[in-house]
């Protein structure tokens, strides 16, 4: 447990992000987004723990000290990747996002429904209808 103290810390000082923001899953890429863009996806935490622990036993003791062995190999790049992923998870929770997809202008407006952030910027402009 105290081997995931520091990076419950690093992912409680997540950031908010400015400009535009899509919130989503890996089964629903962004439309329409440029390099300034951010994507965020709420599904990128559990692809990195997989791709790093794979499944866990479901006998309770031996899922334990897989996990245990799993945390005392992890790489401080692959430290980082989940902390990467869970800083958006969290970002998304300050910030009030209630579904996804999610396009978010200036951590303020929120057009849910879409990931084209044309779309959503159009939707945004004519005052949340299309």
Do not use: C
Request: aromatic share 8%; proline share 5%.
């Amino acid at each position: 447990m105290k081997a995931l103290l520091p990076l419950v810390l690093m992912l409680l000082a997540s950031p908010t992000f400015a400009a535009i923001t899509v919130f989503t899953t890996a089964n629903h890429p962004a439309i329409n987004a440029d390099t300034n863009t951010h994507v965020i996806f709420f599904d990128a935490p559990d692809r990195q723990q997989d791709v790093m622990f794979g499944q866990f036993s479901g006998d309770p003791s031996s899922a334990e000290k897989e996990a245990k062995s799993g945390l005392q190999r992890m790489s401080a790049e692959q430290q980082q990747q989940i902390i990467d992923a869970w800083r958006g998870v969290i970002a998304a929770w300050k910030l009030g996002i209630k579904k996804y997809p999610a396009v978010v202008f200036d951590d303020v407006d929120v057009v849910y429904g879409t990931t084209d952030v044309d779309l959503a910027s159009n939707i945004r402009t004519q005052g949340g209808h299309q």
